[in-house]
């Protein structure tokens, strides 16, 4: 089995969905480069084959990201860089299906634009399922060596209250509900996305659970989430509610 991974030709679409992200991107895209281009850091042997692209899902940021993704792809080449927007703030659970379609890898990662979720985590992600041949490999903060940096202790409450409590309810095995740092393979993410009605931040957690559910392979691995130097959250009030409301759904119906 761990030879016929090794022997695939894997090829990895990185899905980062954007709103107002112009002082974000070019970073992230450079940290992309930096920790799977084994030209500039050597990998081990499991890595040889690493091919990946880079799909930014835009909702017509006002600050400018498309501009300077734009840009990016004179720098690093349209096959690499995607730019796939739409035209206004339509939510992340359709951003990533949107994305998706655009996917031309086996695998797809799903990571925020922010700096949030760090590309140094990448190989690990591909180490891990490489090794063992799950299905989706999840980043979790609430494991030993995961953690999260710079929140104040409000949003920390929420993220840990939202975890517990869905963990209470659920029981999906799969220790961090609500983060989005996930590799998938593709086909499983098609079948996982077509099955989810969710539209914000709620999504994240219908996926896993739906995942879980259908008996698909997950692993973990820890991350440590840093909030956001620059930027806001679009983490609101109405996105509680909808946790809330997707929650009380997902208890009736999976
Ligand atoms: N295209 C698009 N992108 C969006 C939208 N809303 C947010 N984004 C992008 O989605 C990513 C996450 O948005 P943030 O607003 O920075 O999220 P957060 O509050 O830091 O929340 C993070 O942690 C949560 C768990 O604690 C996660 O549930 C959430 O997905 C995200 O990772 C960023 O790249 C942001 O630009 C949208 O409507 N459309």
């Known amino acids: 089995m761990e030879e016929q991974q090794r022997n695939e030709r894997n090829k990895y679409s990185i899905i980062v ?7 974000n991107i070019a970073l992230l895209v450079y940290l992309i480069f930096k920790h ?23 909702d017509g940021s006002p600050d400018g ?28 659970g359709t951003a990533y299906s949107h994305g998706l379609r655009h996917a031309s890898g086996n695998f797809v990662v799903i990571m925020d634009a922010d700096l949030s979720h760090h590309p140094k985590y990448l190989p690990s992600f591909i180490k891990k399922q490489m090794e063992t041949g799950a299905s989706i490999v999840t980043g ?19 993220s840990r209250g939202a975890n517990v409590l869905a963990q209470t309810l659920l029981w999906p095995g799969v220790s961090d509900l609500t983060g989005s740092f996930r590799l998938y393979r593709k086909s499983v993410l098609e079948e996982v996305i077509s099955s989810c009605v969710s539209k914000g931040y709620v999504f994240q957690m219908e996926m896993i659970v739906r995942a879980s559910r259908k008996g698909y392979h997950i692993e973990e691995v820890p991350i440590t989430f840093v909030d956001r130097v620059y930027g806001s959250s679009k983490l609101g009030g109405s996105e509680i509610v909808e946790y ?3 929650l009380a759904y997902l208890l009736v119906t999976t």
């Open 244 to 246: 809330l409301k997707g």
């Open 36 to 58: 799977l281009k084994k030209n500039v850091i050597p990998l081990s042997a499991l890595f040889r084959n690493v091919d990946f692209e880079i799909i930014i899902v835009d």
């Open 65 to 92: 990201t498309q501009e300077v993704v734009k840009q990016l792809q004179q720098v690093y080449g349209e096959d690499h860089i995607l730019l796939r927007a739409r035209p206004k703030k339509l939510g992340l």
């Open 17 to 23: 969905p954007t709103y107002n992200e112009r002082l």
């Open 140 to 158: 979790t903060r609430y494991v030993s060596g995961g953690g999260v940096h710079g929140w104040n202790l409000m949003r920390k409450l929420t």
